[in-house]
C-alpha cells in the first residue's frame, strides 16, 4: 500500500488530518518517508544544499566553530555535532578543515542527530575516518562544551497553519475531496499560543507554527550556556513568516504538497523570531545573510586557491558553485544565518557585528 493510500484510508476512519502530522507522514514514516528512504540531496536528487553545492561552506563553516573553540580556551574533550547532517558531507568538510587546528582533533566527539537509518548509513560511510555517534533526541547530547551547526535542518520540523478569523484561528488540515487529499479549514477556535499574532495579522491572514523548533533551540542553548560551546543555524525564512511557506519539491522543481505524499520534500519558511526568543541564556548575533557571513569568514580567497588547481568544466563548476552560495540572487540572501554563544563568550568570526 502507498503512503497516499494509507492516508487516505486514516482520514475515511478519522476524519482530517493536522499538517503536522502529515509532513511527518510524508518526512520520516517508518517504511515510505521520504528522508527515511531514500538520499534525496545532490545534483541527481530532489534539491541541492550548501554543503553539496561547494566544500568551501563545511571548510568556512568548520573553522569558524573551532575558532569558537579555541576563544573558548580548548575545551577538552568537547562535542562538535549536527542536526539532520545529510549525507554528512558538512560535517566531513569542517573536519578536513579544522584538522590543522592543534589538539581539535583529538579531544572531538562528533554527535549527530538524525531521524532517517538509511542516512544514518551514508553518514557513517562519509565519516569513516571518524567514529561519530548518533544521537534520537536533542537531550541526548553529551554534558560537556558543545559546538553544533544546522543547515537546513529547522525548514524540516512539521508545521501547522492557521487561517485568521476574527479573534479566532481555522486551522489548515488535510481532508479528502473527491477521494483525493485535499487542503480544508477546521473550525474556528481560540488559539492562546497565537495571541502575539492577533497584533500584526488580519482577518484571513495564514500564519505557520513550528512547536518543535523553539524546545529544541533552548535545550541546546541551556547546553551551551552551561557547558560552554555555540551554534550556527542556517536556513531560509523570514524574522516573523506571515502567509503560507509550505514547499514541496522533487526534481529540483516544486510541486504540489499534496500530490505525492513521502516522494517530494515538504520544508517551510524558518520563523527567526520564534527561534531567537529561546536562545537566552545565551547571546545570539544578528541574523546575518549567508553570502555576507562567507564573505566575511574569506570565501573568495579560498575560491580563488582552489581555481588556481582547476581547470575547463570543473573551474567553471567551481565559479558557478561560490557564486550560487553568495550572491543575493541565488541563496545569499535567501538563506539566513545566526550564531550562539553564552554570555561573555566572544561572538563566533563573521558574526561579531
Ligand atoms: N544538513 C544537510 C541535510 C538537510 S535535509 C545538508 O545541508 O545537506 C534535513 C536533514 O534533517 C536530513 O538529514 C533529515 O533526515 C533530517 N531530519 C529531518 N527531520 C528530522 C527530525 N525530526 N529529527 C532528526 N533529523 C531530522
Redesign the pocket.
Known sequence: MSLRDLLISQIRAQGPMRLDDYM?AC??HPEHGY??TRT??GTSGDF?????ISQMFGELVGLALAQAWLNQGSPAPFTLA??????G??MADMLRASARVPGFLKAVDIVL????AV?RDV?ADTLEAYTPRWI??IEALPEQATFL?????F????IRQFVRDGTRWRERQIGLKDDVLAFGLGPAQPQPTLNERLEDTQDGDLIEDCA?AAPILATLSARIATYGGAALV?DYGDWRTLGDTLQAVQNHDKTDPLADPGHA?LTAHVDFEALLRAVPPCTPSRITPQGVFLERLGITARAQTLAQTLSGAALETHVAAHRRLTHPQEMGNLFKIFGIVPQGSAMLPGLET
Do not use: C, H, K
Open positions: 511527518t518526512l520520516l528522508y527515511t534525496p540531496f541541492i544544499t550548501a554543503p553539496e549536527e542536526l539532520g547532517p545529510g549525507r558531507t558538512l542527530l538524525e531521524a532517517s542516512l553518514q534520537d533526541s551547526v544546522a543547515n537546513e535542518f525548514d524540516a520540523l512539521p518543535m542556517f520534500d
